[in-house]
Structure formats: C-alpha cells, structure tokens
C-alpha cells in the first residue's frame, strides 16, 4: 500500500460518501512532481537558481533565438510580474541579456549569455535523467502509455496549451 492509498483509507473512514478516487490519479501526479521538483533541488541550489529561473533559461535555449520578454512568459506560463523579477536576477547573474528594441522603446528582448547556454546545457539533462529515472520501472510501451493519458488529462485542464 503506497501513501496515496493510506490517504484515501484515512478518508473513507472520515467521509465515507466522498468518491476519493480521483485522488489515484491528482494527488499521485502532484506527489511526482514534486519529488521530481525535490530531486532538482541540489542541483539548482548548487548554481544558486530557482525552478523558475531554469525555466527561463530552458525556454531560450529552446528557441534557439532571443525573444521578446512576452513570449518568455507565455512559454514558461509564469505571471509577468515573476518574469521580470526572474530577468532581472538572471541578467545579474550573468546568465541572460536583455535589449531594448532600437525601433519600439517598449519591446524587451532576452537573449542567453554565453553562461547561461551552457548552465542550461548542463542542467537540462541533469532533469531528463531525474525522470528517465523516476520512470525506470516501466516499459517503453507503458511509459509511452501513461505520457499519452496524461496528456489527456493535461488538455482538459489546459485547453490553450494543445
């Protein structure tokens, strides 16, 4: 019997009517990522970033190019305010530029530092290997199954996404 399970026991005594099964799939989805969040801690800690932060730098070195600081915010879906706090951390840090566009004052434009692409270099795989491990114990086939449910369930719940 994993947590989850004592979980909903421990529920069904307290509110037998409640239907908790739903909470195999959420609670154990959010139990996941946050042992996969826990997992990237040390390394991140390490470089002084935060998960946000990485994001960021993960976003650009995605896009291959610089991009405006809206289209940073809209890939890593953050809150604007969080995105400038992150730039302006990051620009300090040493580990992204940021220019003001020459024919619209308005327009921020983010760009890796030479650092910054080769933090992200390092630490991108470093979380791909938190998950290859977090999912060692099943087959190609069922990892490949379990990454198309939850993609169903992701577009219920985030319709812009897809």
Do not use: C, N
């Amino acid at each position: 019997m994993d947590y989850i399970e004592r979980v909903r026991e421990q529920w069904a005594e307290r509110l037998p009517g409640v239907d908790t099964s739903p909470a195999e799939v959420g609670a154990r989805v959010r139990r996941v990522a946050g042992l996969l969040e826990e997992a990237m801690a040390e390394d991140l800690a390490a470089r002084d970033l935060s998960r946000g932060e990485l994001d960021v730098l993960t976003a650009l070195r995605r896009a291959g190019r610089p991009l405006r600081a809206g289209e940073v915010t809209t890939m890593t879906g953050a809150p604007g305010a969080s995105m400038t706090k992150r730039l302006a951390r990051l620009e300090r840090a040493g580990l992204v530029e940021r220019t003001v566009l020459e024919r619209d004052r308005r327009g921020v434009v983010v760009a890796l530092t030479a650092r910054g692409e080769e933090l992200a270099d390092e630490l991108f795989p470093r979380q791909v290997e938190h998950e290859r491990a977090a999912a060692a114990d099943l087959s190609d086939g069922e990892r490949a199954e379990l990454a198309r449910l939850l993609a169903v369930v992701l577009r219920r719940l985030d319709p812009r996404d897809y």
